[in-house]
Every structure is written in C-alpha cells, then in structure tokens.
Nanobody
Framework: QSQLVESGGGVVEPGGSLRLSCAAS????????IGWFRQAPGKEREGVSC????????FYADFVKGRFTISRDGAKNTVYLQMNSLKPEDTAVYYC?????????????WGTGTLVTVSS
C-alpha cells in the first residue's frame, strides 16, 4: 500500500525554525514530484513548494521564498521542508503529496498532514 506520512510539526515562536519530513512507503519518491501544501483555518489549501521527479528542480511560492527549502533524500525515501524565519501566518496544517508534475493539479497520494503553529 502506497502512503505518505508527514512529521515534524509543532509549536514554534516567530522567527523560529522547523523541519518537516514526508516519508513514503510502497513507492519510490524519486519517481514522483513531491509537493508541500498547507491549509490554515478558514482558508483554502495552497501550494508551498515542490520538487520535481528525477532531476529535482525546486519550486517555491513567493510567500516562502528565501525562508523555506525543500530537499529529498533518496536513500531514506523522504522529502524535507526546512522552514526558517517562521511567521504567525505560516500557521497551518502542512501536507505533502505525490504528483506527476509540479504545477499541475493531479495528485496521486496525499499525506495526512502535520500541524505547524507559530505563536509567541
């Protein structure tokens, strides 16, 4: 059974950092584009970052550029999202998803999400 499991969420003060992990089982991450999305309370889900399959081209939403970094560890079959300089508006449930291509709507697998709360 193919699945994605996120971890690494928690409570952090503004300006702090967290690293989220997205671990895959049942399939190889390198064969998919992996996107990070987030959904804040009362808001629609939005794309945060994506790393393409194979080559590993990275894409970021404007609101996280320079603060978040996506990376992939093929040996661990895991994608990471390093989040620095966190702001209260980054508070959301963060999801990873396996897709065919970054920038397209279709998703093959969704993770269950991990909550990030940025608060003093």
């Amino acid at each position: 059974q193919s699945q994605l499991v996120e971890s690494g969420g928690g409570v952090v003060e503004p300006g702090g950092s967290l690293r989220l992990s997205c671990a895959a089982s049942g399939f190889t991450l390198n064969s998919h584009a992996i996107g990070w999305f987030r959904q804040a309370p009362g808001k629609e889900r939005e794309g945060v970052s994506c790393i393409s399959r194979s080559v590993g081209t990275k894409f970021y939403a404007d609101f996280v550029k320079g603060r978040f970094t996506i990376s992939r560890d093929g040996a661990k079959n895991t994608v990471y999202l390093q989040m620095n300089s966190l702001k209260p508006e980054d508070t959301a449930v963060y999801y990873c998803a396996a897709k065919n291509l970054c920038g397209t709507n279709g998703v093959d697998y969704w993770g269950t999400g991990t909550l990030v709360t940025v608060s003093s």
